[in-house]
């Protein structure tokens, strides 16, 4: 058994999601009593954090993550979040 990747300070990952280029995107899930912003964390291949990426336009209750390519240089990222908060 090994360890991917620690996360520290959220709930944790609650979804996950793989670019084109095999970069792991994880949705952080932290409660709305804790945290007003969504956060997304990107990771590489050997579990490294190449960027967290805060969405002050996303509850911090993420849900659910999907990648949809557009191109290959353009994705959208369709996120549920389940706190209520309207955007």
């Known amino acids: 058994?090994?360890?991917?990747?620690?996360?520290?300070?959220?709930?944790?990952?609650?979804?996950?999601?793989?670019?084109?280029?095999?970069?792991?995107?994880?949705?952080?899930?932290?409660?709305?009593?804790?945290?007003?912003?969504?956060?997304?964390?990107?990771l590489n291949q050997e579990g490294e954090l190449l960027q967290k990426l805060k969405l002050p336009q996303c509850g911090p209750e993420i849900s659910g993550l999907f990648l949809s390519r557009q191109t290959e240089e353009d994705i959208n990222v369709l996120i549920t979040e389940n706190s209520g908060r309207q955007s």
Request: glycine share 10%; charged share 10%.
């Open 1 to 42: 058994l090994s360890l991917f990747h620690q996360f520290g300070g959220r709930f944790g990952p609650t979804a996950l999601a793989t670019t084109h280029s095999n970069v792991l995107i994880a949705a952080l899930f932290e409660f709305r009593s804790l945290s007003e912003d969504g956060c997304l964390a990107f």
